[in-house]
């Protein structure tokens, strides 16, 4: 027998938010709505209603949902070998591997480690800098590296880093963008590694300036010091670029941490190591996981990539990305509530000249359209990679009433005219 979707009904979206609120821990807050299914760049919630998804799970979702490849490389590889431990390899790993080297053009002599998520990326790169054997680790301020111990030690925000200290030592942060800082900060020689995303994207989409990671190589360089680029956020073509850091001439790390994009929706992440020297760093033994690697993950990952590359959404997020930095850039030139763009290809930040981006989310939430507050003045967008420029006007046309409403007064209908300050 057949049953009907969990809580297509209203009563049954309040009930499973009753659910939740029962049953989960509370550490994200009460959920903004149901989902229950979604096609394309499109989700639909308990109710029924359809949502324009340009959040797509935090730059995850790259092909959207339930994209055809996606559910038959899925389908087709768990039909034949979901998981194996680790002490055996599976072909689909190992393409998965040569396959992420080639795009990263890594040198000859580089490795890489699969992991399930952001934060044990980043997890590994910290083990990793460990064994230079020098003291000091260097991070940004206002970087978010993730969660766990060790990534949380290189997170900058207070709020997350206080309730568990102590984290792991060693870690300072820098101004970014200010290369005298970095210069002084490495002169010492006992610097293992400096972090960076190259887009900061949970501190509002901030990108660091081209001369700014030209120098960080050349400075990491001189002194022997582990460029680790963190581009969980930034990299599976978000950008337009396979990874953010190839639109950087010059620039190639030592370690790039990957997640977020790379499986789709299915939890998998990388570590890449550069080169003889980033690879011997990790010897047998030092580090490992059980389900990092896996066949399933490595399957659906292989095909986000091969999908990518076939449907060309790397050039899809270049001129969708383009096109909607364009029309924002219209849009602040006549209304002085928005300020302007930051970012690159699909990853967006949109500056609000007001602390109202909470409301502009709830609004455009009301509206049929998923988006998110990186902070109090900034809208974050970074929809799937198969996003049509169609599809991102019809926000950009919402988003002058999407401000009104957010500054109506609370508990009224939207008050077109009015701006609260
Ligand atoms: C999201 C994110 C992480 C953490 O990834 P999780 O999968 O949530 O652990 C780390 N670094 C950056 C830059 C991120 O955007």
Not at 246 to 265: E, H, I, N, S, Y
Not at 311 to 321: E, I, P, Q, V, Y
């Amino acid at each position: 027998m057949s049953e009907p979707t969990a809580g297509e009904t209203t009563a049954g979206a309040e009930d499973l938010a009753a659910r939740y609120s029962r049953s989960m821990l509370g550490v994200f807050g009460a959920p903004q709505r149901v989902l229950v299914r979604g096609e394309g760049a499109l989700v639909w919630d308990a109710q029924g209603r359809e949502y324009l998804d340009l959040l797509g799970g935090i730059a995850v979702n790259a092909l959207g949902h339930a994209h055809p490849s996606l559910v038959a490389a899925m389908t087709k590889q768990v039909e034949s070998l979901a998981h194996v431990s680790n002490f055996f390899a599976t072909p689909t790993q190992i393409e998965l591997a040569e396959t992420l080297l080639r795009l990263a053009e890594a040198p000859e002599g580089s490795g890489v480690f699969f992991t399930n998520s952001g934060t044990e990326s980043n997890e590994a790169a910290f083990k990793l800098a460990r064994r230079t054997e020098r003291p000091r680790i260097l991070a940004l301020e206002n970087a978010f590296h993730g969660r766990t111990m060790g990534a949380l030690a290189l997170t900058h925000k207070e709020a997350y880093r206080a309730p568990f200290e102590p984290l792991p030592g060693g870690v300072e942060f820098v101004p970014p963008n200010d290369t005298d800082a970095l210069a002084r900060a490495l002169a010492p020689g006992d610097v293992g590694a400096l972090f960076l995303e190259p887009i900061q994207g949970e501190a509002g989409v901030v990108p660091l300036d081209a001369e700014y990671l030209r120098a960080a190589r050349e400075l990491t360089a001189q002194h022997g010091t582990l460029l680790i680029l963190d581009e969980v956020q930034t990299g599976i073509a978000r950008t337009g670029h396979w990874f953010a850091h190839q639109g950087v001439d010059g620039v190639v790390p030592d370690v790039m941490t990957l997640a977020k994009g790379l499986g789709g929706g299915f939890p998998i992440g990388a570590v890449i190591a550069y080169g003889p020297r980033a690879r011997a760093l990790l010897q047998p033994g030092q580090h490992g996981t059980t389900f990092g690697g896996n066949p399933l993950g490595a399957a659906v990952a292989l095909s986000v990539l091969g999908t990518i590359a076939e449907d060309d959404l790397l050039g899809n997020a270049r001129r969708t990305g383009q096109h909607l930095a364009d029309r924002i850039l219209d849009l602040a030139a006549t209304d002085p509530r928005v300020l302007g763009i930051r970012g690159e290809g699909l990853l967006r930040g949109i500056a609000l000249a007001d602390p109202v981006a909470p409301q502009v989310v709830s609004a455009a939430l009301e509206a049929g359209f998923i988006i998110n507050a990186a902070n109090p003045c900034t809208l974050r967008l970074a929809p799937p990679l198969i996003i049509t420029s169609d599809q991102l006007d019809a926000f950009v046309d919402a988003l002058p009433g999407l401000l009104d409403a957010a500054s109506a007064p609370a508990d009224t209908e939207p008050a077109p005219t009015e701006k609260r300050s």
